[in-house]
């Protein structure tokens, strides 16, 4: 895509004005380097890794996303220390859940998309239009969704111009499907969300929903072998990112640790999780 010909100028297309979408001008350009430009062969499947569980819940102000560390190959367990909530840019994260090395070149393709918008139009993307821009980018991947290799991530960010954190879903079509105070995305998806509607409630702060989102991420490690939860003697945590007014930011680890150290002295004798 890269390749200089015609005494070393750049092709054409680099130097015609165009569409602010990075993603058109690959798909128009070089289709080849886009994730949904692979096919695999007639009646092919592949084992790959896969990614899950992706909690989102808003509070008082923002919204905030987490993700545990787990990677499935079958039975098998690929990975414990896999990241899968990314900034998307300053006001937006991505939880990816699904096949999990093309969900995070799709990823990495969305921030370029978003960077890319801004440096041409001068101006960030309304939110929405965020939302619908990475739709796009999944429904460009059906192709490989119907040949097992699905991605269905999750989409949060903060609204600038609405202030409050705002939640967003997809299907392996690109449906795009804006959530209300909490969702989740993955095998563990339905424990996940049993437990946040129990402990959800309007007007929470920051705190209040990290726990929460804690809480959910383990309940769904309890019942989903999938799903990872707090590894106490590895030390590893959630990936926890909190948005709002002043942008992206993850929650330190020390901070998460202290979360878990509580809901484990809270549950002990009592697995259920009776507060």
Not at 24 to 43: I, Q, W
Request: glycine share 12%; aromatic share 6%; hydrophobic share 40%.
């Amino acid at each position: 895509m890269t390749s200089r010909h015609d005494g070393g100028r750049l092709p054409a297309a680099y130097l015609t004005s165009g569409s602010s979408s990075f993603h058109d001008f690959l798909r128009a350009h070089a289709p080849e380097v886009l994730p949904s430009g692979r096919r695999l062969p007639s009646g092919a499947s592949i084992d790959a890794p896969h990614g899950t569980t992706i909690v989102a819940i808003t509070f008082d102000g923002g919204v905030l996303m987490a993700g545990d560390r787990r990677a499935t190959m079958g039975n098998i367990i690929a990975n414990r220390e896999m990241e899968k909530v990314f900034a998307a840019d300053e006001f937006s994260t991505v939880g990816i859940a699904g096949t999990a090395g093309l969900a995070i070149e799709l990823v990495r393709l969305f921030q370029v998309e978003l960077e890319h918008y801004e440096k041409i139009e001068g101006t960030l993307m309304s939110l929405e239009g965020k939302a619908n821009r990475l739709a796009s980018m999944i429904r460009g991947n059906l192709g490989m969704a119907m040949q097992g290799l699905s991605v269905v991530p999750m989409f949060t960010g903060y609204d600038v111009d609405l202030r409050l954190g705002r939640i967003f879903s997809y299907d392996v079509t690109g449906g795009c499907y804006e959530e209300h105070d909490h969702h989740s995305v993955g095998s563990g998806s339905l424990f996940a969300r049993g437990a946040m509607k129990k402990l959800f409630r309007r007007g929470m702060t920051g705190e209040e929903a990290l726990r929460v989102a804690v809480e959910a991420l383990w309940d769904a490690a309890d019942d989903d072998s999938a799903t990872g939860g707090p590894d106490l003697g590895r030390r590893i945590w959630p990936t926890v990112a909190r948005i709002d007014t002043d942008g992206v930011r993850f929650v330190e680890d020390d901070a998460v640790a202290a979360v878990v150290d509580a809901i484990v002295a809270s549950r002990s004798g009592n697995p259920g999780g009776a507060r």
